[in-house]
């Protein structure tokens, strides 16, 4: 098993359409990263987080640690935020990472 | 300016040779990885280097060797190359060990004939 679950694998959405993906994680983590990936290959990292919420644009990441849960959102989604997201986790111990299996983001005109 | 660079972009070979992929990064950062990308689209760590020195090194096979000459470039060598290694092998480097942003290469696309 996956110590790092994502769900939706895949979801497509009307252009402005709210879009919520969801990470659940089962180890503890001393951080959470939330990953994009383009269609042309590039990754880019949106957020880091240990508590609460942060919010950039359009963007926004919320974490329950008690829960072992994250999620990212999109507001007003846009064709461009087609993309692969990504979780990710840093546990508390050791220097691991720990990767999700991505979801894929089709947002459609 | 180009934060973390790889270099190939595209790497085509035929099975038995040996390849390297070059990492640099210019944002003075002390910690510099390397992932493997599947055909799935999942991510592997496969080493990490921290001030030159490994602290990451997980069960890949021992055909793979990293090497940092210096705390800005890590590169990934590859011997006997076999058709399992086709993947997109992404480099990446952060400030500090873990719990911090990771900065990511634009990847390297390996095809083994």
């Known amino acids: 098993k996956n110590e790092v679950e994502q769900s939706p694998q895949n979801l497509t959405a009307q252009e402005g359409e709210f879009i919520t993906i969801n990470c659940s994680y089962s180890v503890g983590i001393s951080a959470l990263h939330w990953l994009q990936q383009h269609p042309g290959g590039g990754i880019v990292s949106l957020f880091m987080l240990s508590s609460g919420k942060k919010k950039h644009g359009r963007l926004i990441a919320t974490i329950n640690i008690q829960e072992k849960h994250s999620s990212l959102h999109i507001t007003a989604s846009h064709p461009r935020d087609s993309a692969v997201y990504i979780c990710a986790v840093s546990p508390n111990t050791g220097n691991q990472f720990y990767f999700g299996t991505g979801t894929s983001l089709t947002v459609i005109p | 300016d180009t934060a973390v660079s790889q270099t190939p972009k595209y790497l085509v070979t035929q099975m038995g040779n040996d390849k390297s992929i070059k990492c640099e990064q210019n944002?003075?950062?002390?910690?510099m990885y390397w992932y493997k990308q599947d055909s799935k689209k999942f991510l592997k760590i496969m080493f990490s280097?921290?001030?030159?020195?490994?602290?990451i090194n997980e069960t890949v096979p021992n055909r793979f060797s990293p090497k940092s000459p210096d705390k800005a470039h890590l590169n990934l060598h590859i011997n006997s190359l076999e058709l399992g290694d086709s993947a997109v092998y992404f480099c990446?480097?952060?400030?500090?060990?873990?719990?911090?942003?990771?900065?990511f290469g634009p990847g390297t696309r390996l095809t083994v004939l």
């Open positions: 944002l003075g950062h002390d910690t």
């Open positions: 990446a480097s952060s400030l500090s060990i873990a719990g911090v942003t990771q900065y």
């Open positions: 280097y921290n001030n030159k020195e490994l602290i």
